[in-house]
């Protein structure tokens, strides 16, 4: 990641001043408890982390001191469930520890290796990482390299997902292309952590990125898990190709993170839903590759 943007723009501003005042608003109000204790609390959060470093890059990265703050939350009020163990729950309908959460990582950035699995294997927090099959030993140096999917995955708490091949939205793809960035990619990263790989996470996620046909794809390829990035905790009738998380970013400090667990963010999916029929604006440009 470019380490150079050390200053956050006037977006990455706006967006943490109106994150914080959705989060304060319904949290202080009692809307945020009434929802956590009739809906959310017997669900499952799937939290969305794209990058863990010192001075975050941008507004998907957050800083490794306010990631260990909010591990330690997560540690002391939640549940922690793998993702796999998730897929079990979701496929046998055996019901969900309260308060159950998941921890997950896109785009298999090497900081991920190098500043986040140190703070979860502190604390034994079990996580998954989407990795995007065709950054592996990525000349620039920023992704995850086969050999370092070895050796987290030589670990019981991390895990490895597609995160496609090219890294470029699932929705309106042809079959044959849609069924060699699934198909192509589990068998990369299969061959990279010797093991099987049969979670995934659209890429960007967003209502504009995924269709049904591509819902039907990650079945056909045999995937048990689809991530998006649609806000919201996820229950046992919720599809698990389709599963909902909650985003972490940059403007996320420990405060607003806590009011997060406590369901006053869950309302920003309206935030998900606006600007899924809007002209996608990416702040990360993770498809030159396709």
Not at 31 to 49: C, D
Request: hydrophobic residues 40%.
């Amino acid at each position: 990641m470019d380490n150079s943007a050390t200053q956050p723009t006037s977006r990455m501003l706006l967006k943490r001043r109106l994150r914080r005042l959705v989060a304060n608003v319904s949290y202080y109000s009692g809307i945020a408890w009434i929802w956590h204790r009739t809906i959310t609390r017997s669900g499952v959060r799937i939290l969305a982390y794209h990058a863990v470093e010192e001075v975050p890059s941008n507004s998907f990265s957050v800083s490794i001191k306010n990631f260990e703050a909010h591990m330690a939350a997560v540690k002391e009020r939640c549940h922690v469930l793998s993702l796999g163990e998730l897929a079990t729950h979701l496929k046998t309908g055996s019901p969900l520890p309260v308060n159950s959460l998941v921890v997950t990582f896109d785009d298999g950035f090497k900081n991920f290796r190098d500043n986040a699995v140190p703070v979860l294997t502190r604390l034994g927090i079990p996580a998954t990482c989407f990795v995007i099959s065709s950054r592996l030993d990525d000349e620039s140096g920023e992704f995850l390299s086969r050999e370092d999917l070895s050796d987290l995955t030589s670990s019981s708490l991390v895990s490895i997902g597609s995160h496609s091949v090219s890294h470029v939205p699932m929705a309106g793809l042809s079959q044959t292309t849609l069924e060699n960035e699934l198909g192509k990619s589990k068998e990369e990263l299969s061959h990279a952590t010797g093991g099987a790989v049969d979670l995934f996470c659209f890429p960007y996620g967003t209502l504009r990125d995924f269709d049904e046909a591509s819902v039907k794809g990650l079945a056909d390829a045999g995937y048990q898990i689809g991530c998006t990035s649609i806000n919201g905790v996820n229950s046992l009738s919720t599809n698990p190709l389709k599963l909902r998380r909650t985003k972490v970013e940059w403007g996320d400090d420990p405060a607003t993170f806590q009011k997060m667990l406590s369901s006053a963010l869950d309302i920003w999916v309206v935030v998900d839903y606006l600007t899924g029929f809007m002209k996608r604006k990416r702040e990360l440009n993770l498809s030159k590759s396709a």
